[in-house]
């Protein structure tokens, strides 16, 4: 049975930072793309960064672009979010995904990710 489990999320103040992990059992991911989104209160699920398979490449929204860090251990099968300069509109649950086409190329849309983990809470204050 595949499984993600995030960790790593709590409160912080604005400015801070807070590093989420991604552990992912039952399957070798080694060779999938994976993908951080996060939704907030009332509002739709969005992309927030993406990695390919090797880590060659990333890919980041234009709001989290220089604040943010994706990466990977592929012999750990975990990915891993860096946030830094952290805002209270980064406030949000913030959840782990693992692409379901065999490396490719990275994908924003959420259809794109067939597994997805339980999230963990992330919330900045002022």
């Known amino acids: 049975q595949v499984q993600l489990v995030e960790s790593g999320g709590g409160l912080v103040q604005a400015g801070g930072s807070l590093r989420l992990s991604c552990a992912a059992s039952?399957?070798?991911?080694?060779?999938?793309?994976m993908g951080w989104f996060r939704q907030a209160a009332g509002k739709e699920r969005e992309f927030v960064a993406g990695?390919?398979?090797?880590?060659?490449?990333?890919d980041y929204a234009d709001s989290v672009k220089g604040r943010f860090t994706i990466s990977r251990n592929n012999a750990r099968n975990t990915v891993y979010l860096q946030m830094n300069s952290l805002k209270p509109e980064d406030t949000a649950v913030y959840y782990c995904?693992?692409?379901?086409?065999?490396?490719?190329?990275?994908?924003?849309?959420?259809?794109?990710?067939?597994?997805w983990g339980q999230g963990t809470q992330v919330t900045v204050s002022f």
């Open positions: 995904a693992v692409q379901g086409n065999r490396l490719g190329l990275i994908r924003r849309g959420p259809e794109f990710y067939n597994y």
């Open positions: 039952g399957q070798t991911f080694s060779n999938y793309g």
């Open positions: 990695i390919t398979w090797s880590g060659g490449s990333t």
